[in-house]
């Protein structure tokens, strides 16, 4: 009830805003701290709903659309910005800087890479930082040596996870071939798109488990079959109103608060929007981790980013279209293909730390440290300058990759396996 009451302020504000209400006009930091505890509540809604939903439907099910409710946020900024750049399009034939001097088309890209890198470079360290430290705590009450192997174990994931690890795999060979386009097309949302739908059927296909639950998802749970299905379903419902009503406010009030303290705006658009749009899973993530819940922890972020590489670029083309009225694609300069090599890049690493379906804190450590390159260099250093070290950090992660898929080669035929093919019902009754 807490987290509703805390979320109550920004959706007014914003639900008002959308509609044309009256409301008050907030300073940017004031809506950023509205807007941002309205995210937060909805990220508890979330985690009630998502865990209470795992009685009816498999976990893997659940956690997906978890995911796909808290990523909304992320396709609310990027369907702006890519409605703004087939807007400009349709009028000037080209994506022209628009009045901020930026070029629409790079910043819708923008927004959507620094996205995806956030999650991985930033997320799923988090996961195993709070995972091992939530260990570490259970371990000293419990005086039983747990959290010592937290710390070597870093975070395991089910077997019945393979199925996220395999498409993410897909998807991220799929995405390694866009920095050779100069536009992202309809044939690229067929088959992304595709590539989810496939995703999704076979999470349906999982059986659902008896969920250890506390609080406020086991009351939901020990309702009544009906009752308890209406209850999550409602509260998804209010989750993903209340973030669809204030993501967009939240970010814009970051860049805004941003832009005041002189920040450049497509480091504003790639990494400072993003945090704003990554929060509800992240919050999410971090809930699970602390509950000793470390596999779904990270399965809530890896349903985020199989998500956001097929379903939400997808749709880019498809936004771009119908804002241009064209068939033509979303265009793709020097820079946004960089962007995209290193998103890429990025993931076929993270997948290949997967491989044996676990992430231990050494894998997490170069996730984060090869992030925080990235980062300090784009917000430091010239775009030229940028680009090499792009290029050069794209090298890293692919040549890091292969050294993993080589070191667990015998691990790969039963992942594809058992992401694929192995009967649901059986994977989900064998040990990790």
């Not at 300073?27 to 009630?48: D, E, K, R, T």
């Not at 498409?167 to 989810?196: E, H, I, K, N, W």
């Not at 995209?340 to 997948?351: D, K, N």
Request: hydrophobic content about 55%.
């Amino acid at each position: 009830m807490a987290a509703v009451v805390l979320a109550l302020p920004g959706l007014y504000l914003g639900a008002a805003s959308l509609l044309g209400l009256p409301h008050p006009e907030l300073p940017a930091p004031a809506a950023v701290a509205v807007y941002g505890l309205a995210i937060v509540g909805a990220a508890f809604v979330l985690s009630w709903a998502g865990e209470a939903a795992q009685v009816d439907m498999s976990a893997g099910l659940a956690l997906a659309i978890l995911a796909l409710l808290a990523v909304l946020p992320e396709y609310a900024v990027d369907f702006v910005f890519t409605m703004r750049a087939g807007e400009i399009f349709a009028a000037e034939g080209h994506c022209a800087p628009d009045p901020g001097g930026s070029n629409p088309c790079s910043l819708a890209l923008a927004n959507m890479t620094g996205a995806n890198r956030v999650l991985v470079g930033i997320g799923w360290p988090l996961v195993v930082l709070v995972a091992i430290l939530a260990a570490r705590k259970r371990g000293r009450r419990n005086d039983d040596g747990g959290g010592r192997e937290g710390d070597r174990a870093g975070v395991r994931l089910p077997r019945t996870l393979s199925a996220e690890v395999v498409f993410l795999g897909v998807a991220t060979l799929y995405s390694l071939s866009l920095p050779l386009r100069s536009t992202l097309t309809l044939v690229d949302t067929l088959v992304l798109v595709a590539v989810f739908v496939a995703y999704a059927i076979r999470l349906a296909r999982f059986p659902a488990e008896e969920p250890d639950l506390h609080g406020s998802a086991k009351w939901v749970a020990e309702r009544p079959a009906v009752s308890r299905r209406w209850i999550y379903g409602a509260l998804f419902g209010l989750a993903a109103l209340i973030i669809l009503a204030t993501a967009e406010h939240f970010a814009d009030g970051l860049v805004q608060t941003g832009s005041e303290l002189g920040v450049d705006r497509f480091v504003l658009v790639q990494w400072v929007a993003p945090l704003a749009s990554e929060a509800p899973e992240l919050i999410v993530a971090c809930l699970y981790a602390k509950r000793l819940k470390a596999g779904d922890s990270l399965g809530t972020l890896l349903s985020s980013k199989v998500n956001q590489w097929t379903l939400l670029v997808g749709t880019l083309p498809l936004v771009f279209a119908i804002a241009s009225g064209s068939l033509h694609g979303l265009p793709l300069d020097d820079q946004q293909r960089v962007e995209l090599l290193l998103t890429g890049t990025q993931s076929f690493f993270a997948v290949s730390l997967l491989v044996t379906l676990g992430l231990t804190w050494r894998g997490a450590l170069a996730l984060v440290v090869l992030f925080a390159i990235q980062f300090a260099t784009s917000i430091s250093l010239p775009t030229e300058t940028v680009h090499t070290v792009s290029l050069v950090l794209s090298g890293v992660y692919a040549l890091l990759g292969v050294a993993q898929l080589v070191r667990h080669r015998r691990a790969l035929p039963r992942l594809v396996r058992d992401g694929l093919r192995t009967d649901p019902h059986r994977l989900a009754e064998q040990p990790a």
